[in-house]
């Protein structure tokens, strides 16, 4: 496995490790899926090197040409040289969605969705929900048992 580890990829090496064993203890894998989760991090490429971020506290992440601004706890910012693209598609899987062409949030900082389209995130954060993405970002809620 390789760092930054996938969720699903744990959780499929557990079950193939249970399943030697004989042994099927799905809470096994609920446990460590969560405890992964709690303390998951992710290397950002900067000028300055590699910073080591808590996924937890990445609030949301903004497009700026070929370049990512994460938006951290503590009202921090850092610019990183990878596309949105990219962590979108490297944080699908830690409750994170795109929504707007040009923004990727955490669903755990939601604070309010307005019906005007816009989401209130954690540390006053405000990001427009564009027409094209609202019907899958709703939907997304709802699956995380959101009351809509």
């Known amino acids: 496995m390789l760092k930054p580890i996938n969720i699903l990829e744990l959780q499929r090496a557990v079950s193939r490790y249970s399943k030697r064993r004989g042994d099927n203890d799905s809470q096994a894998i609920q446990n460590l899926t969560k405890k992964e989760n709690d303390f998951a991090k992710i290397g950002l490429p900067s000028l300055e090197g590699l910073t080591?971020?808590?996924?937890?506290?990445?609030?949301?992440?903004?497009?700026?040409?070929?370049?990512?601004?994460?938006?951290?706890?503590?009202?921090?910012?850092?610019?990183?040289?990878?596309?949105?693209?990219?962590?979108?598609?490297?944080?699908?899987?830690?409750?994170?969605?795109?929504?707007?062409?040009?923004?990727?949030?955490n669903l755990k900082h939601i604070k309010k969705y307005l019906r005007e389209g816009t989401v209130e995130l954690s540390e006053n954060h405000a990001v427009f929900v564009s027409a094209r993405k609202k019907k899958g970002f709703l939907e997304r809620l709802q699956s995380m048992n959101f009351r809509l």
């Open 52 to 105: 080591f971020v808590p996924i937890a506290d990445i609030i949301r992440c903004e497009a700026d040409g070929n370049c990512t601004i994460f938006f951290l706890r503590g009202k921090k910012k850092l610019l990183v040289t990878k596309t949105l693209k990219y962590y979108h598609e490297l944080l699908a899987t830690h409750h994170f969605h795109r929504i707007h062409g040009s923004h990727l949030i």
